[in-house]
Nanobody, 121 residues
Framework: QVQLVESGGGLVQPGGSLRLSCAAS????????MGWYRQAPGKQRDLVAS???????NYADSVKGRFTISRDNAKNTVYLQMASLKPEDTGVYYC????????WGRGVDYWGQGTQVTVSS
């Protein structure tokens, strides 16, 4: 059984910073890509940032230059450092990990439970 546990959300003023963490645990062979998605009220869940096992990153245009994704493979943990936060960054942030369960297995998507980020004065 695989678990992704997120932490670090909260209420922050515009211009502030937050750091999200997501730790993967359970039984798996490897973790391929990891990422963060955001779902604002009444909107679909969209990719914010992703990172491959080798460290290649991808960002939504709206967060480039403000957010930084990183991972610690030894700890099976992905981070999202968010700076210069704006009210439009408000939403539930979900951690995603693509994992394999055998050396030859296909990747399987897993999701965390979500953590609320609210940017408001």
């Amino acid at each position: 059984q695989v678990q992704l546990v997120e932490s670090g959300g909260g209420l922050v003023q515009p211009g502030g910073s937050l750091r999200l963490s997501c730790a993967a645990s359970g039984s798996f062979f490897s973790i391929n890509a990891m990422g963060w998605y955001r779902q604002a009220p009444g909107k679909q869940r969209d990719l914010v940032a992703s990172i491959t096992a080798s460290g290649s990153t991808n960002y939504a245009d709206s967060v480039k230059g403000r957010f930084t994704i990183s991972r610690d493979n030894a700890k099976n943990t992905v981070y999202l450092q968010m700076a210069s936060l704006k009210p439009e960054d408000t939403g539930v942030y979900y951690c995603n990990a693509v994992m394999t369960h055998t050396a030859w297995g296909r990747g399987v998507d897993y999701w965390g439970q979500g953590t609320q980020v609210t940017v408001s004065s």
